[in-house]
């Protein structure tokens, strides 16, 4: 079964600053790679995902992550963050195998001061 | 378009008592989920339905749990009876033709 590992469960940053949160996988075979976020007593939205293609993917809210396979990583970024970007981030993976199967990550909740 | 509305949002019931879930997906999906969100934790996948049937409830406490997925549109879960360790969101997802999947708002179960 895939895992998926999100490096730490609390990151807070300043208003402005840059935002990283870490994400890597299991499988030695490339699965489909998304981000979800998810505000206080909401569902899950999603971000932005890779299935194939360029690595460099673009999402919702200025967000972007980078597949990198020789790292099994796909770490979220923003180069500036916003008060309303407070919330808690899910990395998820799909596949190699079976693609209708997600496997989440343990959250990572975004604080911006200020 | 995807969409799925839960009912209710929030239940709260004491322990050994029953309680029901309700997920209604706005048009016709054909993979349905149920996830449990233990609070700090990532979803947890309970079942997944193809259709009406069920691909994978290897995660499903079988002896408290039961789902089921009616003509292949809406789906229940229900637990019966509860326990405190069941306090948890549950959330309804559906596979979107972009091949991710598309939650609704949850419902908050609180056990006492």
């Known amino acids: 079964a895939q895992s998926v590992t999100q490096l730490g469960s609390h990151v807070s940053v300043s208003e402005g600053a840059l935002v990283l949160l870490r994400c890597n996988y299991s499988s030695s075979v490339p699965p489909y790679l998304f981000w979800y976020v998810q505000y206080p007593n909401q569902g899950l939205q999603l971000l932005l995902k890779?299935?194939?293609?360029?690595?460099l993917v673009k999402g919702i809210n200025g967000f972007e992550a980078e597949f990198k396979k020789s790292e099994t990583s796909f770490h979220l970024t923003k180069p500036s963050a916003h008060m309303s970007d407070a919330a808690e981030y899910f990395c998820?993976?799909?596949?190699?195998?079976?693609?209708?199967?997600?496997?989440f990550g343990s959250g990572t909740k975004l604080n911006v001061k200020p | 378009e995807a969409g799925v509305a839960q009912s209710p949002r929030y239940k709260i019931i004491e322990k050994r008592q029953s309680v029901a879930f309700w997920c209604n997906p706005i048009s016709g999906h054909a993979t349905l989920y149920w996830y449990q969100q233990i609070l700090g934790q990532g979803p947890k996948l309970l079942i997944q339905f193809q259709n009406n049937g069920v691909v994978d409830d290897s995660q499903l406490p079988k002896d408290r749990f039961s789902a089921e997925r009616l003509k292949g549109v809406d789906s229940t879960l229900k637990i019966q009876p509860a326990k405190l360790e069941d306090s948890a969101v549950y959330l309804c997802a559906v596979t979107s033709g972009g091949g991710w999947q598309f939650f609704g708002p949850g419902t908050r179960l609180t056990v006492l």
């Open positions: 998820a993976v799909s596949g190699p195998y079976n693609f209708n199967k997600f496997y």
């Open positions: 890779y299935t194939t293609g360029a690595t």
